[in-house]
């Protein structure tokens, strides 16, 4: 499913799908059994779309990088960045890649 502007930003702004990425987020870290040494983890978010569940492993002290096929959703993935990264001095930096496949690909 591909997301344009539009409906990338309605996506990013539903409570309803805050809620979902952030309860699936919590319950993938939880899956992960990481060792409780305080260490930070780098984890890789594919198909991280408008980076709801990236917030939420920022938020968990994780350092992460996002990829996904929609443009648009990567381009709200890194406004959300920029206006957290403007908001709280000391946040990681943490990277969106854009893996969208070109126009005459059938995949």
Same mark, same amino acid.
């Given at each position: *499913?591909?997301?344009?502007?539009? @409906? !990338?930003?309605?996506?990013?702004?539903?409570?309803?799908?805050?809620?979902?990425?952030? @309860?699936?987020? *919590?319950? !993938?870290? @939880?899956?992960?059994?990481?060792?409780? &040494?305080?260490?930070?983890?780098? #984890? #890789?978010?594919?198909?991280?779309? $408008? +980076? #709801?569940?990236?917030?939420?492993?920022?938020?968990? =002290?994780?350092?992460?990088? +996002?990829?996904?096929? $929609?443009?648009?959703? *990567? &381009?709200? %993935?890194?406004?959300?960045? %920029?206006? !957290? %990264?403007?908001?709280?001095? =000391?946040?990681?930096?943490?990277?969106?890649?854009?893996? %969208?496949? !070109?126009?005459? &690909? &059938?995949?």
């Amino acid at each position: *499913l591909f997301y344009n502007a539009k @409906e !990338a930003r309605k996506y990013d702004s539903s409570s309803r799908m805050v809620g979902i990425q952030r @309860e699936i987020t *919590l319950r !993938a870290i @939880e899956l992960l059994h990481f060792p409780d &040494d305080g260490k930070k983890r780098f #984890l #890789l978010d594919i198909g991280c779309g $408008s +980076g #709801l569940s990236g917030q939420v492993l920022s938020e968990s =002290g994780h350092i992460w990088v +996002g990829c996904d096929v $929609s443009r648009d959703m *990567l &381009d709200v %993935a890194n406004e959300r960045l %920029a206006d !957290a %990264a403007a908001s709280k001095s =000391g946040r990681s930096h943490n990277s969106m890649a854009t893996m %969208a496949m !070109a126009d005459d &690909d &059938d995949d």
